[in-house]
């Protein structure tokens, strides 16, 4: 993927506009599939569901199609299977990683007394640590880059892996954003079951769009979105 020289940049500044619109004209339904989402991934199995489901409506949302509540179903008929490998290649690369970072930190740092071995040790476990954190920011594009493109399984790891190191602002701004609603979610309970898949999934979707923009130039502008804050207090026009 090369970026077009006609692109118009995606900021973080359009994408919270957007994203904080789609999520508002769509409260309700967002609402009902957080809702549908959480039931299925408590399930674990149902984990497949829930994010090809949820990312498939999502997708239309900010691509300003209408969405019904119907969609969600067709879209988790439509994406199973991929999301299905995808849910277990992440499972199990998260395992390796759990399973590396406990074998350098128990068995090595703490077992060793020689403390020129455990800086050694303690460095390799920084860079495990870290690689932990790209594969999380890795997965902001994985399933958004599956409903937009389908593509085979290696084709969507590669191209969601130069979308993030690509755009480096917006990946990191993904990350702290998915991060903050997920902890906001843990801390008082009803946020995630409300709100933290739908309004996430809102995010990394339009984010996508914005980021493609740069590849697949679509007639995008800073006025897509006229609405302004000052919309909420008056949303009526004279």
Not at 34 to 52: E, K, M
Not at 130 to 149: A, D, E, K, T
Request: some cysteine; charged content about 15%; glycine content about 4%.
């Amino acid at each position: 993927m090369i970026r077009s020289q006609k692109y118009r940049k995606a900021t973080i500044s359009i994408i919270n506009k957007k994203a904080f619109w789609n999520v508002y004209d769509h409260l309700g339904t967002l609402i009902l599939l957080n809702l549908l989402s959480f039931v299925f991934i408590l399930t674990f199995v149902g984990i497949p569901l829930a994010l090809s489901g949820l990312f498939g409506v999502t997708k239309q949302i900010a691509y300003y199609e209408s969405v019904e509540f119907r969609d969600y179903w067709s879209n988790t008929k439509k994406y199973f299977k991929k999301a299905f490998s995808l849910a277990i290649f992440i499972m199990i690369f998260l395992f390796l990683l759990a399973a590396n970072l406990y074998f350098y930190y128990f068995q090595i740092i703490l077992s060793h007394t020689d403390a020129n071995m455990r800086i050694i040790f303690s460095i390799m476990l920084g860079g495990m640590v870290w690689l932990c954190i790209i594969f999380l920011i890795f997965l902001h594009y994985l399933f958004p880059m599956m409903v937009q493109f389908g593509d085979k399984f290696v084709s969507l790891l590669k191209k969601s892996y130069f979308l993030m190191l690509d755009n480096i602002v917006v990946s990191l701004y993904l990350f702290i954003t998915s991060t903050f609603w997920f902890v906001l979610g843990i801390y008082t309970g009803i946020i995630a079951f409300f709100f933290s898949f739908s309004v996430v999934s809102v995010v990394c979707q339009t984010a996508l769009r914005e980021v493609l923009n740069q590849y697949q130039p679509e007639a995008l502008s800073k006025d897509e979105e006229v609405r302004g804050f000052r919309d909420l207090i008056r949303p009526w026009r004279l």
